[in-house]
T-cell receptor
Framework: SQQGEEDPQALSIQEGENATMNCSYKTSINNLQWYRQNSGRGLVHLILIRSNEREKHSGRLRVTLDTSKKSSSLLITASRAADTASYFCATDDNYGQNFVFGPGTRLSVLP | DTGVSQDPRHKITKRGQNVTFRCDPISEHNRLYWYRQTLGQGPEFLTYFQNEAQLEKSRLLSDRFSAERPKGSFSTLEIQRTEQGDSAMYLC???????????FGQGTRLTVV
């Protein structure tokens, strides 16, 4: 089954800097979602981007999708310590029935 | 309705015991998903429902696992004869329909001792 793979596995930045995380997947998708997870907590939905979209914004978040390269990126601008979390991309499976997650990027924002 | 809720939040059980978790999805959502997540990994799909029908089950869902969604509302996930390898966070999510955002609950953390 296809799977999103986030890159890098871990990222450490200073508060105020921008953070960029990438997600690659293997086969065609209908949509891709990004989630945030604080340690030991549930997943918080950030953005859904459809295969016919190239870019979406939500507050300090910017997501891009390049279907020709089968990749997506999540940019967090002006990062804050509260952004420290794991970030996951999830792609729909071959049948569009459920979501397949990658192993995540662990972001640390240092004050 | 404030979102997907799961109960209990934490469960410690002895090996060999049965456990049952409950998930209440967002009320207008007809899709409900169960995932399992171990430390440092992404969530792994277990099963999903479209209303009351269980439409797909992962090979991770052994015979000891059973999920139900009576009347297409809340769902339960039961694990029989628990093993230490079942220790994980069990996450429930719901969505309105195919291709829309899926929202997750806070999860139930299971520890099998």
């Amino acid at each position: 089954s296809q799977q999103g793979e986030e890159d890098p596995q871990a990222l450490s930045i200073q508060e105020g800097e921008n953070a960029t995380m990438n997600c690659s997947y293997k086969t065609s998708i209908n949509n891709l979602q990004w989630y945030r997870q604080n340690s030991g907590r549930g997943l918080v939905h950030l953005i859904l981007i459809r295969s016919n979209e190239r870019e979406k914004h939500s507050g300090r978040l910017r997501v891009t999708l390049d279907t020709s390269k089968k990749s997506s990126s999540l940019l967090i601008t002006a990062s804050r310590a509260a952004d420290t979390a794991s970030y996951f991309c999830a792609t729909d499976d071959n049948y569009g029935q459920n979501f397949v997650f990658g192993p995540g990027t662990r972001l640390s924002v240092l004050p | 309705d404030t979102g997907v809720s799961q109960d209990p939040r934490h469960k410690i059980t002895k090996r060999g015991q049965n456990v049952t978790f409950r998930c209440d999805p967002i009320s207008e959502h007809n899709r409900l998903y169960w995932y399992r997540q171990t430390l440092g990994q992404g969530p792994e799909f277990l099963t999903y429902f479209q209303n009351e029908a269980q439409l797909e089950k992962s090979r991770l869902l052994s015979d000891r696992f059973s999920a139900e969604r009576p009347k297409g509302s809340f769902s339960t996930l039961e694990i029989q004869r628990t093993e230490q390898g079942d220790s994980a966070m069990y996450l429930c999510a719901s969505s309105y329909r195919d291709g829309t955002e899926a929202f997750f609950g806070q999860g139930t953390r299971l520890t099998v001792v």
